[in-house]
């Protein structure tokens, strides 16, 4: 036992207190007992408090004992549970009386099954914990924290040391800086009857159509018969019985590829008397590569013309799909460097794709350039989609210029064909009804507008004439009913003489049949539609129709034809021709595209050729705007969109709008210049990845970076789930972040930026399970554990008990104590005063004095206005002695000697 300061420098506040003392001394000398008294008091407060400032602390060796048992309930350890619970049950009934023990299990997580108790009752393991994982590490600093420290310390872990996640050694340093003995108890995992698919191994990056082999490893700990099979991409592509023999066995398979893509490899092993399937299967992902090539969505051929020669004259290799057939995934889409949308309809491509297209731009830096034309932008429903959303222009206006005034005739086939059901019980003629009905919603009071309604005769359901009332028109519309044959000419004809009449500068008939009609006749009303410049309109519906001459009609008179072949695309149909119609998206004029601002594209350029129409949208803020028309309406705009880039060209390069550019001789150059602008950036070989299993996967990237460097990563998970990671500079030659950890096949893309520029590269990597499961575990690790830390390996419960615990000592802060007493003495002192104690303590000191026979004599002044009270001592040793009164000489002595207590003084004091 000891005692110690904390501060032990405060104690030279003592000799200071000291010098006052000494200085004050003279001044109370004289005084009487009690102020003496008084004053000493405060002297030992003002010690006490310096003492306390001090921190006195008192050492002491305990004898307490804190146990904490640490069990392994991970999976590959399941089968010893029972010989855990047997072994901590004994062990508990073995300590001593001083001892607390504990119980903590752990697996990837940690948790305690009860604290640290006198007499702990443990029969089963209740708590929960992830098991897929064996976490020694930070099962041993979980442990750590919960010893008390005024307690000798002992740990006893119970695993059979197949460390899958963290380091062991890594707390050997915090084990002996806070005494803690460590036992072991190894125990035995391995199943007798086990086959492990180790490995399935290909070469990450293969040539399409050539031959190369996948190497399929199985460990066995038995000779047995089993079935392998091998799965690319979900579907089986070999499946046969071999032998395995005991220990490695390695098997060959040959595949090839036929398209470029990444591919997902699972290999999977099966016997019937295997104890363990959860290691019965692996995974491998390869990717046939080849120079990126574009990918170009396509509704209608002839708008493609120009652009195929754009990329020829690019060098490109490309693809040319359909829109309708486009069902690409994100894996296709990698491998293109930009994707063009050739004046396509939204309403033409799945969401799926559009979602995928996002993420491949956003996420994966590739490129997106959308042609104009009247299925795009507003006029192909991008509004409110994302397609809106990732170009660099929006589709509502920003200035509404007054809108022209239009007469139109709709002319509505009610055979008795229309009549057969498209969607459920819902018929085409009341699709139609209602397509009609959104038509009319959108054009203005000041509009012209009548409905003839044809069978094998007509009718004008609704009198053409100005659009007074919507709801009139929508309510007359609603009361056509299914007719019979189909005549198509006669209320053609006179929807034409209806409109000749008309005043408005654009009149427009929409013609909607799903029949054949006549066989010929049409010239007649297309020819005096032509020169009263009528324009008719043709919508078709189903197979049954006579296409050529609605298509012949539509585009005699400057209309346009719609073939569709399901009804339940008319609204979007009308809607596109009622936009159309108002002529508040298409402008169809000549111009000269004027610059706004250059950037790589356009800089070498001083002048274009003219334009004769383009969509009109709306530039984005903080978008690049290249090119305007002459209304200071977006032509080419363009703007980085997450790590990609989009493109917006709104007029057409069918040649309709641009026939003068498709002449132009820098034609080629300037697209040229947009191509290279939007191109995905390479791959890039200049850094290398690393990935590390911990509690997830520790993804990291290593090279030569430049201090301004910044680099996400794109992480694709085996159950297709995506997320964009922040990496964090660890070094400056490495990035790093943490991914989930799940078994199969992952895809990572990371981009590194510097300097404005992005690069990026991708790494396929494949997680089988969890090594829990694996048969040929290297257990070396943690028995280097044991080795360093000097942990004892126990084999009876007994065994944790023998052995010397490192021994502890607790302080006890004295402070504490020392103020509480100060307190106590200071609240007597202030008693004292209060209360005029001092005289029965003076009283007390004489008679005290008497008693010992030290005072002789003793004089108390008694100051009660009018005479001093002297009395003598009496003498003990001779009792019965008279006192005898002072003399003069004897009193003036006494007064020197002795001191002469006024009590109206104290009283005062």
């Known amino acids: 036992m ?19 003392i000494w200085l004050l001394s003279k001044r109370f000398y004289k005084e009487g007992l009690g102020k003496k008294f008084v004053v000493v008091l405060r002297i030992v407060i003002f010690l006490l408090i310096i003492l306390a400032l001090s921190i006195p602390k008192l050492t002491i060796s305990s004898n307490k004992v804190a146990t904490i048992y640490l069990a392994d309930l991970s999976d590959s350890n399941a089968k010893n549970i029972d010989k855990m619970k047997d072994f901590i049950q004994k062990a508990i009934k073995l300590k001593k009386s001083n001892e607390m023990q504990s119980v903590v299990v752990f697996g990837q997580d940690t948790n305690v099954e009860f604290s640290l108790k006198n007499n702990p009752k443990f029969s089963e393991f209740g708590s929960v914990v992830d098991t897929s994982e064996t976490n ?79 190497f399929a490893n199985i460990n066995s700990t038995y000779p047995a018969s089993a079935q392998l099979k091998i799965f690319r991409d979900g579907s089986l592509i070999f499946s046969q019985k071999i032998m395995l023999e005991k220990g490695e066995n390695r098997f060959v398979i040959k595949d090839k590829l036929p398209r470029e893509g990444i591919y997902r490899y699972q290999g999977v092993i099966e016997a019937e008397d295997d104890e363990e399937d959860k290691n019965n299967f692996a995974y491998a992902m390869c990717q046939v590569k080849k120079p990126q090539k574009v990918l170009v969505v396509y509704q209608n051929i002839d708008d493609v013309k120009n652009v195929r020669s754009l990329l ?36 033409h491509l799945t969401d799926k794709f559009l979602n995928d297209c996002e993420r491949y731009v956003k996420d994966l830096g590739g490129g997106l350039l959308v042609i104009g034309g009247e299925n795009s932008y507003a006029l192909g429903n991008y509004s409110n989609s994302v397609l809106e959303k990732m170009l660099p222009v929006k589709m509502q206006l920003k200035n509404k210029e007054k809108e022209r005034n239009v007469a139109v005739v709709l002319v509505i086939d009610h055979s008795r064909s229309m009549g057969e059901s498209n969607l459920g019980n819902i018929n085409k003629l009341e699709i139609a009804k209602s397509a009609a009905a959104k038509m009319i919603d959108h054009l203005e009071s000041s509009d012209s507008v009548g409905v003839i309604a044809f069978d094998h005769n007509f009718y004008w359901a609704s009198k053409f004439g100005k659009l007074k009332s919507k709801n009139e028109v929508i309510e007359n519309i609603s009361g056509i009913q299914i007719g019979g044959g189909t005549a198509i000419i006669p209320p053609l004809t006179e929807a034409v003489n209806t409109l000749r009449k008309s005043k408005a500068k654009d009149k427009v008939i929409v013609l909607l049949t799903d029949g054949y009609g006549e066989e010929g006749g049409y010239e007649y009303p297309a020819s005096i539609a032509k020169r009263n410049n009528i324009k008719i309109t043709t919508i078709g519906v189903g197979s049954s129709i006579n296409a050529p001459i609605l298509s012949w009609m539509a585009a005699y008179t400057s209309g346009r034809f719609y073939y569709v072949k399901d009804a339940s695309n008319l609204i979007d149909v009308f809607l596109k021709e009622a936009k159309i119609i108002k002529g508040k998206y298409i402008k169809e004029k000549k111009f000269i595209p004027k610059v706004v601002e250059t950037n790589f594209i356009n800089s070498a350029f001083s002048s274009y050729p003219p334009l004769y129409g383009y969509i009109a949208t709306t530039k984005k803020d903080i978008a690049t705007s290249l090119l305007v028309s002459d209304e200071d309406e977006p032509i080419l705009t363009v703007w980085r969109y997450g790590l990609g880039k989009t493109a917006a060209w709104c007029s057409d390069l069918n040649g309709s709008w641009s026939r003068d550019w498709v002449m132009w001789d820098k034609f080629s150059k300037f697209f040229s210049n947009l191509f290279k602008w939007l191109e995905k950036g390479a791959e890039d070989d200049s850094f290398t990845f690393d990935v590390q299993k911990e509690k997830g996967l520790v993804v990291s990237i290593n090279g030569k970076f430049k201090s301004n460097a910044t680099a996400t990563l794109k992480c694709i998970y085996p159950n297709a789930a995506e997320k964009m990671l922040k990496m964090k500079r660890t070094s400056p030659d490495k990035f790093e972040t943490m991914a989930e950890f799940m078994p199969g096949n992952y895809t990572f893309v990371a981009f590194v930026t510097e300097d404005g520029k992005t690069k990026m590269s991708t790494f396929l990597y494949s997680i089988n399970y969890s090594d829990e499961f694996r048969v040929d575990f290297d257990s070396s690790r943690f028995e280097q554990f044991i080795a360093l830390s000097n942990a004892k390996v126990v084999k009876n419960p007994g065994d944790i008990y023998k052995g010397k615990l490192k021994e502890v000592y607790s302080q006890q802060d004295l402070s504490d104590f020392l103020i509480i007493l100060c307190i106590f003495l200071f609240l007597l002192e202030i008693a004292i005063r209060r209360f005029a104690l001092y005289v029965q303590i003076e009283r007390l000191f004489l008679q005290t004095c008497n008693t010992m026979k030290k005072v002789k004599y003793l004089k108390i002044k008694m100051d009660f206005g009018k005479k001093d009270l002297i009395t003598k001592a009496n003498d003990t040793r001779k009792p019965g002695k008279k006192v005898k009164l002072l003399s003069k000489k004897e009193k003036k002595q006494d007064e020197k000697d002795h001191e002469i207590l006024d009590i109206k003084k104290l009283r005062r004091f």
């Open 2 to 20: 000891r005692i110690s300061l904390e501060r032990p420098l405060i104690l030279l506040l003592i000799p200071i207190l000291g010098v006052v």
């Open 136 to 214: 020694i590490e930070n099962a041993i600093k979980f442990a750590a924290n919960l010893f008390p420290k005024d307690f000798q310390k002992r740990l006893v872990i119970l695993t059979d040391g197949k460390e899958t996640v963290g380091n062991a050694k890594t707390t050997i340093d915090l084990l002996n800086n806070n005494g803690i003995d460590v036992k072991v108890l190894l125990l035995k995992s391995e199943k007798e009857k086990d086959i492990q698919f180790s490995s399935l191994k290909i070469p990450q990056k293969v040539v399409k159509n050539q031959e190369f082999s996948v």
């Open 312 to 347: 020829d004259s690019y060098s490109a290799d490309y693809d040319m799909v359909i829109s309708d057939n486009v069902d690409f995934g994100l894996d296709r889409l990698m491998q293109y460097s930009f994707v063009v949308l050739c004046n396509v309809s939204k309403n």
